[in-house]
């Protein structure tokens, strides 16, 4: 078992819908957890951070995140073709050293018009 | 804002050759982390600086080294390239070392030849 995991996708939605991306991790420990969204060939973007159990809304973004259930989640309303991407579910595990990341494999969104 | 710039952009380099690769973090960042991608996969982390010195290792090869400098600039060395060493290099900065929110730069394409 991977200690972070996405649904690879693609995952299509049409224009306007709210698209669902979820998360999970093997460590329960686990305390930070980030979204980014990355373009093909470009550097991943931070979207989200969440450290707490609930909602956390950023304008068309909202995550959510379930420890109990080791599961995190992004939601996007309104959904624009200019929101397809692959989006990465990164974690700071309790066993990593520092902060350094790990990535869930990412999840590729296609919006269409 | 102010982001991540990474030096070059781009780079071609031979089997057997060495390069080098420079980062310079968000202003104020003192903390800085480099991660390889290869195609179609997810970041992986090689090394992170705080204050300029080594943090954290990870899956960095011995062919590699890095340092922070006064500045907080940090420079990736490469050594005896390998077609396997062929991926997008990225530097990321976070505000400290207790902070775990990450920002990417915008990456080096190299491509050993």
């Known amino acids: 078992q991977k200690e972070v995991e996405q649904n690879s996708g693609p995952l299509s939605v049409p224009e306007g819908a709210i698209a669902s991306l979820n998360c999970t991790y093997s460590?329960?420990?686990?305390?930070?957890f980030f979204w980014y969204r990355q373009y093909s060939g470009k550097s991943p973007e931070l979207i989200m951070s969440?450290?707490?159990?609930g909602d956390k809304e950023d304008g068309r973004f909202t995550a959510q995140l379930n420890k109990a259930s080791q599961y995190v989640s992004l939601l996007i309303r309104d959904s624009q073709p200019s929101d397809s991407a692959t989006y990465l579910c990164?974690?700071?595990?309790?066993?990593?050293?520092?902060?350094?990341?790990?990535f869930g494999g990412g999840t590729r969104l296609m919006v269409k018009p | 804002a102010a982001g991540v710039i990474q030096s070059p952009r781009h780079l071609i380099k031979e089997k057997r050759e060495t390069a080098t690769l420079k980062c310079y973090p968000i202003?104020?960042?003192?903390?800085v982390y480099w991660y390889q991608q290869g195609p179609g996969q997810d970041p992986q982390f090689l090394i992170s600086?705080?204050?300029?010195?080594?943090?954290d290792k990870g899956s960095i090869p011995d062919r590699f080294s890095a340092q922070q400098f006064s500045d907080y600039h940090s420079e990736l060395n490469m050594s005896s390239l390998e077609l396997g060493d062929s991926a997008l290099y990225f530097c990321?900065?976070?505000?400290?070392?207790?902070?775990?929110?990450?920002?990417f730069g915008p990456g080096t394409r190299l491509t050993v030849t």
């Open positions: 990321a900065s976070s505000l400290s070392v207790s902070s775990y929110e990450q920002y």
């Open positions: 460590d329960r420990g686990s305390q930070s």
């Open positions: 969440i450290y707490s159990n």
């Open positions: 990164a974690v700071n595990l309790p066993n990593n050293a520092g902060n350094m990341l790990t």
């Open positions: 202003p104020r960042h003192d903390t």
């Open positions: 600086f705080y204050e300029k010195m080594q943090s």
